[in-house]
Structures are given as structure tokens and as C-alpha cells.
């Protein structure tokens, strides 16, 4: 993947996205559903991946598709596929702040927050291990089933208080 695939902070000059008519609560559920299918990156075609976002943005440069959509005024989303990727093939899914500063609380987005994504995942047959930081915290998580491997990174949902700081929200899902 590039550095920083998110497009530059909206301004004036620079609207943004168009608004998506799915909400990050939809995108997150409709990833589960195409991951409770597949048990190997090769499952994952390029039609299954716009049905995740059939209204976003399309950036398609041969079998790579790139899409982003404004969720909220505050937060965007980013779902990127590429079979070719020089690692192997990758699909991507990232929330982001609109403004590129520090993050907004996810509060309006995190209707489906960590816990509950790991849930659903071990329903549909994928082993969970924990992400540590590097001070022993939670970063997120790794699910495996078959040799489909799913990286889901979180972030706290807001800055205080203290239980919206410890409730874990999902900031990216990368399925290799």
C-alpha cells in the first residue's frame, strides 16, 4: 500500500467524497458477511468487493479498485482492493477524520465496535489473537481461518473520558 492512501484534508476548494448511503455500521456488517464465505485471499473477486461499496467514489486501474465516501461530516471511509500488490493480494477497509488532524471521538461511527466485530468472527469460524502495542495495551486483533488472515486495528473512541478511551473501536480491516 502507498504511505498514506487517504486523500488530503477537505477545504473549500477541495470538498471531498460524496456521502455514502451506507453507514459505517453497514460497511462492517457487509464485510463480515463477504469474509463468513471465503477462506483464502483468492475467493475475494473485484465484484465482491464493490458490493461492499456500491455507492462510493471508483478509482479502478486494472483489477485495483479504490473507494472513498464521506460517512459523517467528520469521518470517511476508504476501501481499497488490489489482487496485484507486490506482498500479495490485499483488501483494505479504513475509517478516517475528514480534517487529517487528530482524531474526531467515533462515537457517530462505532455502532459495531471491536468486541462485537470479534464476536461475529468467531461465529463464522476465524481464530482470534490480540494485537499489542508496545505498551502491552490492545491495537487490535488478528483472525485466521484457512489461509484467509484478517488484521482488525482499533483505536478508543474519543480522548475522555475514561470509558469512551477504553471502549475499542475498529479503525482498519486488512484481509490478505
Known amino acids: 500500500m502507498p504511505n498514506d492512501p487517504r486523500p488530503a484534508p477537505d477545504s473549500p476548494e477541495r470538498p471531498g467524497p460524496p456521502q455514502s448511503t451506507l453507514s459505517a455500521e453497514q460497511l462492517l456488517t457487509r464485510m463480515l458477511e463477504l469474509l463468513s464465505t471465503r477462506r483464502q485471499i483468492s475467493d475475494v473477486d473485484l465484484d465482491a468487493v464493490r458490493s461492499l461499496a456500491p455507492d462510493a467514489d471508483v478509482d479502478l486501474d486494472g483489477p485495483r479498485l479504490r ?54 468472527m468467531r461465529t463464522i469460524g476465524f481464530a482470534e489473537q490480540e494485537i499489542a502495542d508496545e505498551l502491552g495495551g490492545s491495537r487490535g486483533r488478528d483472525f485466521t481461518a484457512g489461509d484467509l488472515r484478517v488484521t482488525v486495528t482499533s483505536i478508543g473512541e474519543a480522548d475522555s473520558p475514561a470509558d469512551s478511551v477504553a471502549h475499542r473501536c475498529i479503525r482498519s480491516i486488512t484481509v490478505r
Open 67 to 120: 473507494r472513498i465516501a464521506r460517512l459523517t461530516p467528520q469521518w470517511r471511509y476508504l476501501l481499497q482492493f488490489d489482487p496485484d500488490e507486490p506482498i500479495g493480494p490485499m483488501l483494505h477497509l479504513e475509517f478516517f477524520d475528514s480534517q487529517g488532524g487528530v482524531d474526531a471521538p467515533l462515537t457517530e461511527i462505532a455502532h459495531i465496535d471491536l468486541d462485537q466485530f470479534s464476536a461475529r
